[in-house]
């Protein structure tokens, strides 16, 4: 397993951008996919964003299309997502995310190894 931990959170008017980080340490040799996940209040964990080892193949929720956009940096082991155009309901505890097997995925089940999350608050 990998330990991930998020940054870049913090409260934005609607309209603007935001940028997030997952750091990755521990068994960073071993290739794996990226995701990003996140959480509102009363609501189930739903995915974002996903991106495949290598960085050539991206996933989005149709929710983010157009707005967010996820990348990797494989020599600093970090996995970004840049937030843009953010609405309100964009408001949750956001969760970086690394499944160890298989392909590209937005299927929660399939990572293996979760950040803590960072609370990412947009204000109308």
């Known amino acids: 397993q990998v330990q991930l931990v998020e940054s870049g959170g913090g409260l934005v008017q609607a309209g603007g951008s935001l940028r997030l980080s997952c750091a990755a340490s521990g068994r960073t040799y071993s290739p794996y996919n990226m995701g990003w996940f996140r959480q509102a209040p009363g609501k189930e964990r739903e995915f974002v964003a996903a991106v495949s080892w290598s960085g050539g193949s991206q996933l989005s929720a149709d929710s983010v299309k157009g707005r967010f956009t996820i990348s990797r940096d494989n020599a600093k082991n970090t996995v970004y997502l840049q937030m843009n155009s953010l609405k309100p309901e964009d408001t949750a505890v956001y969760y970086c995310?690394?499944?160890?097997?298989?392909?590209?995925?937005?299927?929660?089940?399939?990572?293996?190894?979760w950040g803590q999350g960072t609370q990412v608050t947009v204000s109308s």
């Open positions: 995310a690394a499944a160890s097997s298989g392909s590209i995925t937005s299927v929660r089940s399939r990572y293996d190894s």
